[in-house]
């Protein structure tokens, strides 16, 4: 349809812990947006809370319609669907959503120029090993299963408005009806690129960041459209983070330059513009010693991964600043932007890592020192370590062990982090986990929310999904043994496709079921780790399902002897007394099957150091506040940070910023 515009309102989200409209999944509007279509290509364009007078008059006009969104597709870091549903919306848990067959048509349509496929072309990515009638049938019924998904109101495929069959080829049709997160990130970016504002530029990144989530798809990487996508997306992340940063460098806001820093970073430690900025920051706040060890942080990276050594510009930044010249820091020439990828390590020297290994997220990005949790890490550690040297002589000392106590014999392979929100847990397991990889471990994640408590095996339909995703092997493995396995098709229906033919035994009693499918779970983790240790973090468990608490303590009690490691973070102030899994996991102390570790407030010193960089008249005011709790220091720190100004020294600024501070975090 040519010349088609609507106009239709959207909700957006700021993604600040705190806000209680976006926790609450309220978020901020809702905002219009005009969508025009030429030519088959529909282009988005902002116009705020309120439509234009005009606009109002031409409401009824045959070309101009006003109508919401009917579907979101979030695509990055996460894979989900959402339908409205009146006024809000309704996140789709359907079983069939979970078939990975279904996943990926989507996927494949979401990442094709014009959202378009042949169905040769589609039959060829998610059926290649099977003939043409067969391919074709499954098609259909993948097709016709999507379509009920997005539109269960529409019983006839003539009729759907979204999911449309056009001369043998699949279009996802009416693209004003769709809101894709990647595309609202790429918006949200040109318009922050063609602004004249830096204010408003700044605000368009930021509001970018946070719609940016992770990775685009990181499950579906199996076709040259997706990865095609995925890189461009995961460029253009890159950018918008160093954009970011030069917007914040250039007003003198040093300390909030540093955390796109970090992030990008985090993801791409040999990136000498990101290096560069990191350094200027920190020298400028007067934090030599960390900008010294930044530098030699990716020195040692560029030596080891590609055996170069640092750009002369950098160099003269280190030099500069280990001459204490801060000035003049400011005034060396660094690395532009538009350089970026010409002047990347990887072109320089081609890099160790295959350009399609991508790194696993793990929980959630963290660049800023860990404080006072040194004991707790080194406890974790040491489990970690034992649990590693002692499978390897687990098979050689297997009769010396069964002549002593059992007792003497096992040790935790389970440790549960336990304290209030805020406190450090996930960045402990984090910690952990970043320490297990280096070491050779896989590291699956999953974490529930609040609003999944009530669905069955939530926890570990995401973890075994992550599990999985180290190599085809496992998918063979599975096809070999249906018999063994079959029961897990339960939480992963795609498994499906790698038993097409086997002609299963008829149901057992609903018990009977539910072991088969512990048994099942057991054996694809062992299968899993005797390839490589493998560390399972389950975070927030305290928002887990009877279901998923239960596998978990039929789990652990049979851990023993096998390289597997698992690590619960939960809150034990919001696990009700009630709540069945609180006496489990007291049974399972008693047996000595899990170690719990409490996660204790932090020190006044420790605070002190955790928000150094701050005015001093200030940090006193955030232990008094912060409690020994280290997230609540950190906001109220940004707080103080993007608000006192260089002027507010006095008692009267000091008392407002306190004020500010104060508002802050008592959001709710």
């Keep these: 349809m040519s010349g088609k515009v609507t106009y239709h309102q959207q909700v957006s989200y700021c993604g600040k812990p705190r806000c209680r409209k976006c926790r609450e999944g309220i978020g901020h509007g809702p905002y219009w947006y005009a969508y025009t279509t030429e030519n088959g290509r529909t282009t988005r364009t902002y116009i705020g809370k309120n439509l234009p007078s005009e606009l109002q008059e031409l409401q009824d006009s045959p070309s101009i319609q006003l109508e919401p969104v009917a579907l979101r597709i979030r695509t990055l870091g996460q894979f989900q669907l959402e339908r409205r549903s009146g006024q809000d919306w309704q996140s789709v848990e359907d079983a069939a959503w979970q078939h990975q067959r279904v996943r990926a048509l989507l996927a494949h349509l979401v990442s094709s120029p014009g959202r378009k496929l042949g ?55 009416d693209q004003s009806q769709i809101w894709v997160d990647a595309d609202e990130f790429e918006s949200l970016l040109n318009l922050a690129r063609a602004s004249n504002d830096p204010g408003g530029s700044e605000k368009l990144l930021e509001e970018a960041m946070v719609l940016y989530g992770g990775d685009f798809l990181p499950e579906e990487l199996s076709s040259d459209w997706i990865i095609a996508r995925h890189e461009s997306l995961q460029r253009n992340w890159m950018g918008l983070l160093l954009e970011l940063a ?46 010294l060890r930044a530098y030699h942080r990716f020195a040692t990276v560029l030596q080891r991964d590609y055996n170069i050594a640092p750009l002369p510009e950098t160099r003269s930044l280190y030099e500069a600043v280990q001459q204490g010249d801060s000035e003049v820091v400011l005034t ?72 002593l106590p059992l007792d003497t014999q096992r040790r935790p392979q389970c440790i549960l982090l336990v304290g209030e929100a805020g406190i450090g847990k996930t960045r402990l397991a984090e910690e952990l986990s970043q320490g297990a990889q280096k070491r050779g471990w896989a590291v699956a994640w999953s974490r529930v929310y609040a609003q999944e408590s009530s669905v069955p095996y939530r926890q570990w339909t995401e973890v075994l999904r992550s599990a999985m995703a180290n190599g085809l092997w496992q998918r063979q493995e599975i096809s070999a043994h249906p018999l063994v396995y079959q029961p897990l098709s339960t939480l992963l229906p795609e ?174």
């Design 332 to 403: 060396l020439p660094i690395q532009p932007l538009s350089s970026l990828e010409i002047s990347s390590p990887g072109d320089r020297e081609t890099p160790i890592a295959s350009r399609h290994s991508y790194k696993v997220q793990i929980g959630r990005s963290h660049q800023t020192p860990l404080i006072g949790r040194d004991q707790e890490l080194e406890t974790m550690y040491q489990l970690l370590l034992a649990n590693e040297q002692g499978t390897r002589s687990h098979l050689t000392n297997r009769k010396k062990a069964s002549s």
């Design 246 to 291: 030069d917007v914040r460098i250039e007003r003198g806001a040093f300390v909030t330059a540093i955390d796109p820093l970090d992030r990008l970073l985090a993801i791409d430690p040999a990136n000498e513009a990101a290096v560069q900025r990191l350094i200027i920051s920190l020298a400028q706040l007067d934090r030599r010693a960390e900008a």
């Design 119 to 173: 169905r040769e072309q589609l039959m060829d990515v998610l059926w290649p090993d099977a003939d043409i009638e067969t391919a074709s049938s499954r098609l259909d019924r993948t097709v016709y299963t999507l379509r009920q998904l997005i539109e269960p109101a529409h019983s006839r495929p003539a009729s759907s408005r979204i999911l449309r069959m056009e001369r043998e080829r699949l279009v996802l049709a």
């Design 495 to 668: 498994l499906h496709d790698l038993f097409p033919h086997v002609v299963f035994p008829s149901p057992l009693p609903p018990e009977q079921e539910q072991l088969r499918l512990w048994e099942a779970t057991l054996e694809l983790l062992n299968t899993i780790s005797e390839r490589t240790p493998l560390l399972l973090v389950l975070d927030d468990f305290h928002w887990a399902d009877a279901s998923s608490s239960e596998l978990f303590a039929y789990l652990v009690r049979r851990l023993h002897g096998r390289p597997i490691v698992m690590v619960g973070t939960y809150r034990d102030n919001e696990l009700p007394t009630s709540n069945p899994l609180r006496s489990l996991l007291i049974d399972l102390q008693r047996e000595q099957v899990v170690m719990s570790i409490p996660i204790q407030p932090l020190t006044d010193e420790q605070i002190a150091s955790l928000v150094a960089h701050i005015p001093g008249t200030m940090v006193q005011y955030i232990q008094t506040r912060a409690a020994g709790n280290p997230f609540f220091a950190e906001e109220l720190a940004r707080t103080v940070e993007t608000q006192i100004t260089p002027a507010a020294s006095n008692a009267e600024s000091a008392q407002d910023t306190h004020t500010l501070a104060h508002k802050q975090v008592n959001v709710s």
